[in-house]
T-cell receptor, first 113, second 115 residues
């Protein structure tokens, strides 16, 4: 019930294309769903986050889509750029567990020019 | 604003040796976390501090791992003795309440290799 399942494990996209990464969770007590971006040799950095009271959140080229009934959420990167090449992690937490983040296994995104 | 600082960045030791990692969180952040990230995996929480108090250490292998956060600022994570399976990146993060969520800021991590 604590798991967050993430797919795909790796993704190759051409420059200008749309990158889509999916995550699913089981525990309905989760109420905060962030996405982190990690470059090699760096720590994860918060990219965008959503609460379950909205179905979509957009920040620039990055959009989270949230489906509460299906217990799924996804990250869409529009107009993907080579600089977006990194590993992306979804995560989930809830006030009930003192905001402990449960991370997915990560998606390695490569954007080719 | 300076980010989370960790040292050393890399450490190579032989099994059964002790090792320690240091973390300096972002100024003003009361909450500090230690995570372990195995190769190809997401970070997993080891311990969380609220000021000086360890409020969640349920995932910390207490037979060989220990941590402290004196004066509620810097923190040290220690492993003694290290085992081959401890090879991983150890991440420190800190956070402060944003009004509706607790954004965590991560340091660059310490990559530990146990031979």
């Amino acid at each position: 019930q604590q798991q967050v399942k993430q797919s795909p494990q790796s993704l190759i996209v051409q420059k200008g294309g749309i990158s889509i990464i999916n995550c699913a969770y089981e525990n309905t007590a989760f109420d905060y769903f962030p996405w982190y971006q990690q470059f090699p040799g760096k720590g994860p950095a918060l990219l965008i986050a959503i609460r379950p009271d909205v179905s979509e959140k957009k920040e620039g080229r990055f959009t989270i889509s949230f489906n509460k009934s299906a217990k799924q959420f996804s990250l869409h990167i529009m107009d993907s750029q080579p600089g977006d090449s990194a590993t992306y992690f979804c995560a989930a937490s809830g006030n009930w567990n003192t905001d402990k983040l449960i991370f997915g296994t990560g998606t390695r995104l490569q954007v080719f020019p | 604003e300076a980010g989370v600082v960790q040292s050393p960045r890399y450490k190579i030791i032989e099994k059964k040796q002790p090792v320690a990692f240091w973390c300096n969180p972002i100024s003003g952040h009361n909450t500090l976390y230690w995570y372990r990230q195995n190769l190809g995996q997401g970070p997993e929480l080891l311990i969380r501090y609220e000021n000086e108090e360890a409020v969640d250490d349920s995932q910390l292998p207490k037979d060989r791992f220990s941590a402290e956060r004196l004066k509620g600022v810097d923190s040290t994570l220690k492993i003694q003795p290290a085992e081959l399976g401890d090879s991983a990146v150890y991440l420190c993060a800190s956070s402060h309440w944003q009004g509706s969520y607790n954004e965590q800021f991560f340091g660059p991590g310490t990559r530990l290799t146990v031979l």
